[in-house]
Nanobody, 120 residues
Framework: QVQLAESGGGLVQAGGSLRLSCAASGSIFNINVMGWYRQVPGYQREWVAHITSGGTINYADFVKGRFTISKDNAKNSVYLQMNSLKPEDTAVYFC??????????????WGQGTQVTVSS
């Protein structure tokens, strides 16, 4: 099947930056959409940003102007550059992908999550 491997989380002071990475591997025919969600314990997982195979990008209002999503098709990877981080950005960040696996079936895959902690 398909696996998503995230990296890049950590602890940073308010105003600092982090870059998250997510690499997809396995029986991939085509990646339709890749994106990022985040979740604080006790709260619902919320959408942060996504990028389509055609390069269309959308951001949640609370990250516009601070976060930048990008992708590397050759590496089946998506990145999230997070600048001007705030304590309220503290969460577990999950990579999500809509992938057509070999054989043509579209499926949703999630990474295991990476912790981002922003100290005040």
């Amino acid at each position: 099947q398909v696996q998503l491997a995230e990296s890049g989380g950590g602890l940073v002071q308010a105003g600092g930056s982090l870059r998250l990475s997510c690499a997809a591997s396995g029986s991939i025919f085509n990646i339709n959409v890749m994106g990022w969600y985040r979740q604080v314990p006790g709260y619902q997982r919320e959408w942060v940003a996504h990028i389509t195979s055609g390069g269309t990008i959308n951001y949640a209002d609370f990250v516009k102007g601070r976060f930048t999503i990008s992708k590397d098709n050759a590496k089946n990877s998506v990145y999230l550059q997070m600048n001007s981080l705030k304590p309220e950005d503290t969460a577990v960040y999950f990579c999500k992908a809509n992938i057509a696996v070999s054989g043509g079936t579209n499926s949703i895959f999630w990474g295991q999550g990476t912790q981002v902690t922003v100290s005040s």
